[in-house]
């Protein structure tokens, strides 16, 4: 199969200027030279999207995603190496790209499409077509600086997927049209798929890489950091926002401090959590990752300065959009109530645990008998679920299908 996108060890390096010379005698002084600095956006990358394949690209905020985008569709040049593309580009990379404000949506329609080399003619036949997936018939003769980004979206979109492209690149544009129309577009890019062309689709969204790509490629600072297919390049993304840093606030195989006393958390106890940790796998075995339905272990550590009874232990888990799946107490649980005297942990084993996707937190805390808080840790650990099937969501459902026939006067 023949490659209709190669990516030859490109890198792109732009110029970040400190100061401006405003008066003659300043570039008279330093011989007419700005200093500056070199940021490299892209740092040798290289790869092949073969004819027909969706291909996702996933980063951080300042990756390289965009200008990677960018460089394919040639709208930059790379300082250095090569890109080659076969057949014709239609690009939707930001909000209102090629539009120009002071012409009509009418107008635009025919800059844009004439930008991308498709004939008059041909615009003219695909008018109609293009007003109608917009949804914009009405506001067709307005400026288009009086669009909201939603009617830019709608526009440009409808644009790109109506030049008959050969390669479509979408960068993170659908996010601001609604979600009739996302999913309009998204039926699109299917029909697309179907058809055999080739898309580049650059998300924040792991789930519609998920969802739509057959593979991805992820960007770290400008660096090729992994590949594969959707499952593998959203845990190497997810890898690399840890290496970065704690994610959403939950740090993942690490001991975390007790929760300091303040104003707002005014408990004085002689008994503290030291430390939570989860463990995926089973028979001893550790990891930071596990796959959905897995089991899991999760230890508290404690240190009881003083002899401390009748204790129970409330357990909470979130989402990684911080929603809580579950809490509940070990009391309320049937479970008698814990006498403390020592240092020692607590092991919660979870016989499986029915998530897909995502990072998920764990917060802890110690009752007293009187239904008081007397020690906790708010999500300071983590285990990370890694989904390797196309399914999307929060729950993991098991189920079976049967498909059989009735008779026609049933119907």
Request: aromatic content about 8%; overall charge negative; proline content about 4%.
């Given at each position: 199969?023949?490659?209709?996108?190669?990516?030859?060890?490109?890198t792109?390096?732009?110029?970040?200027?400190?100061?401006?010379?405003?008066?003659?005698?300043?570039?008279?002084?330093h011989?007419?030279?700005i200093?500056?600095?070199?940021?490299?956006?892209?740092?040798?990358i290289?790869?092949?999207?073969?004819?027909?394949?969706?291909?996702?690209?996933?980063?951080?905020?300042?990756?390289?995603?965009?200008?990677?985008?960018?460089?394919?569709?040639?709208?930059?040049?790379?300082?250095?190496g090569?890109?080659r593309?076969q057949?014709?580009?239609?690009?939707?990379?930001?909000?209102?790209?090629?539009?120009?404000?002071?012409?009509?949506?009418?107008?635009?329609?025919?800059l844009?499409?004439?930008?991308?080399?498709?004939?008059?003619?041909?615009?003219?036949?695909?008018?109609?077509?293009?007003?109608?997936?917009?949804?914009?018939?009405?506001?067709?003769?307005?400026?288009?600086?009086?669009?909201?980004?939603?009617?830019?979206?709608?526009?440009?979109?409808?644009?790109?997927?109506?030049?008959?492209?050969?390669?479509?690149?979408v960068d993170?544009?659908?996010?601001?049209?609604d979600?009739?129309f996302?999913?309009?577009c998204?039926?699109?890019?299917?029909?697309?798929q179907?058809?055999?062309?080739?898309?580049?689709?650059?998300?924040?969204?792991?789930?519609?890489?998920?969802?739509?790509?057959?593979?991805?490629?992820?960007?770290?600072?400008?660096?090729?950091?992994?590949?594969?297919?959707?499952?593998?390049?959203?845990?190497?993304?997810?890898?690399?926002?840890?290496?970065?840093?704690?994610?959403?606030?939950?740090?993942?195989?690490e001991?975390?401090?007790?929760?300091?006393?303040?104003?707002?958390?005014?408990?004085?106890?002689?008994?503290?959590?030291?430390?939570?940790?989860?463990y995926?796998?089973?028979?001893?075995?550790?990891?930071?990752?596990?796959?959905?339905?897995?089991p899991?272990?999760?230890e508290?550590?404690?240190?009881?300065?003083?002899?401390?009874?009748?204790?129970?232990?409330?357990?909470?888990m979130?989402?990684?959009?911080?929603?809580?799946?579950?809490?509940?107490?070990?009391?309320?649980l049937?479970?008698?109530g814990?006498?403390?005297?020592?240092?020692?942990v607590?092991?919660?084993?979870f016989?499986?645990?029915?998530?897909?996707?995502?990072?998920?937190?764990?917060?802890?805390?110690?009752?007293?008998?009187?239904?008081?808080?007397?020690?906790?840790?708010?999500e300071?650990?983590?285990?990370?679920?890694?989904?390797?099937?196309?399914?999307?969501?929060?729950?993991?459902?098991?189920f079976?299908?049967?498909?059989y026939?009735?008779?026609?006067?049933?119907?």
């Amino acid at each position: 199969m023949a490659n209709a996108i190669e990516v030859d060890n490109v890198t792109k390096v732009f110029r970040l200027y400190q100061q401006k010379y405003s008066s003659l005698k300043e570039r008279v002084i330093h011989a007419g030279k700005i200093p500056y600095q070199e940021f490299i956006a892209l740092n040798a990358i290289s790869f092949d999207i073969p004819e027909g394949h969706t291909v996702g690209l996933l980063g951080h905020n300042g990756s390289g995603k965009s200008t990677l985008l960018k460089t394919i569709a040639g709208i930059i040049q790379p300082t250095s190496g090569e890109i080659r593309v076969q057949g014709r580009i239609a690009a939707m990379l930001e909000i209102g790209a090629g539009f120009h404000p002071e012409l009509s949506g009418r107008d635009n329609v025919f800059l844009s499409a004439t930008l991308l080399g498709v004939p008059v003619k041909e615009i003219t036949a695909r008018y109609d077509a293009i007003v109608e997936f917009s949804e914009l018939g009405r506001f067709m003769d307005n400026q288009v600086k009086h669009y909201s980004s939603g009617m830019y979206a709608r526009l440009g979109f409808a644009v790109a997927v109506n030049v008959d492209p050969d390669v479509l690149l979408v960068d993170e544009v659908l996010a601001v049209g609604d979600e009739n129309f996302q999913r309009k577009c998204i039926d699109r890019i299917k029909v697309f798929q179907r058809e055999g062309r080739t898309i580049v689709f650059v998300s924040h969204s792991p789930e519609l890489v998920r969802q739509i790509c057959e593979s991805a490629y992820v960007l770290d600072h400008g660096t090729l950091i992994g590949e594969g297919e959707p499952a593998q390049a959203i845990a190497a993304l997810r890898e690399s926002l840890q290496r970065g840093g704690a994610v959403g606030g939950l740090v993942i195989g690490e001991e975390a401090a007790p929760a300091p006393k303040t104003a707002e958390n005014p408990v004085v106890s002689n008994i503290e959590i030291t430390f939570i940790k989860a463990y995926p796998g089973v028979g001893g075995e550790s990891r930071e990752q596990i796959f959905p339905d897995e089991p899991i272990r999760v230890e508290v550590g404690y240190n009881a300065r003083i002899p401390s009874y009748d204790l129970s232990l409330t357990f909470q888990m979130v989402s990684p959009a911080n929603e809580t799946i579950y809490s509940a107490n070990t009391k309320d649980l049937g479970i008698s109530g814990f006498d403390l005297d020592s240092t020692g942990v607590f092991e919660l084993n979870f016989e499986e645990i029915p998530l897909l996707d995502g990072i998920y937190g764990i917060s802890v805390a110690l009752i007293d008998s009187k239904n008081q808080i007397i020690s906790w840790l708010d999500e300071k650990a983590a285990f990370q679920i890694v989904n390797q099937s196309r399914a999307n969501g929060l729950v993991s459902l098991h189920f079976t299908i049967n498909s059989y026939s009735l008779p026609v006067a049933a119907i």
